[in-house]
């Protein structure tokens, strides 16, 4: 018997090059949202749901009841809208159960007194290998760490949304330098990924267009990324690639929205509390440099 095929939407965020899908049972009409992002502009603070109910639209237009907030991981780049897609559909919020992992790291870095590490805040935590159905649809969880140490890629039928753990073949591959990321666990992941059929498409969570691309692009195949991807294609070595990976994640940048967004993506997309004025706020933890005896200079 055939497996059923998904029917899949991508939503583009200019802002944040970050891809969300709308993935349906074209018979049950039950769909998942995978990594949507709640708009957030840092210079001000605002907050809009402009994007996430652009999806929401869309799943309304097409008579969709979605049943899944998925997250591949927890985003660095952006925030997470699960509690919104939560609260407007009864969507359960999933992701990898090592974000119990990332949680431990986090805690401590932003005093987050009110976060359990035992990834209570989401609805579900998957673990490796787990199934579970979208209607008629069966999801397989692959747990593909190494972008940092949750991270899943989602297959549905000949369809995988791999999240970070892959980006385009021109592009290559994404950072594996945040805190519990680690490069050679991210080519032992990619690797999983390419023992998939050569036409098994695969779906990116981010797209930056490479050099020379003048389009953004999020589709291609396991086939297409083993003969083109410029870090792990033919005839690229684990020890190749990880140190390539090493050498240029020095060099990379903290991401605009690093600090707020993990600061509520590991809450599972919630803010941190109000304060007593009713006002949420994110916070930045500053990191002063130090004298020899360990003192903190212009504090
Ligand atoms: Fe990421």
Redesign the pocket.
Known sequence: MAVPAPQIEAFFDDPTNTISYLVSDPETRQAAVIDPVLDYDHKSGEVDIRSVEAILKRAAEEGLTIVWALE??????HLSAAPYVKAKTGAKIGIGEHIKDVQKIFRPVFNATDLNTDGSDFDHLFVDGETFKIGNLTVEVMHTPG??PA?LSYKIGDAVFV??TIFMPDFGT?RAD?PGGDAKRLFNSIQKLLTLSDETRLFM??DYKAPGRDHYAWETTVGEQKRNNVHVGEGASEESFVAMREKRDATLAAPTLLLPSIQVNIRAGRFPEADANGVHYLMVPVKPKTDAAGHALGL
């Open positions: 591949t991981h927890a985003h660095a780049d972008h940092t991270d999240g970070d994404a945040f969570c981010h």
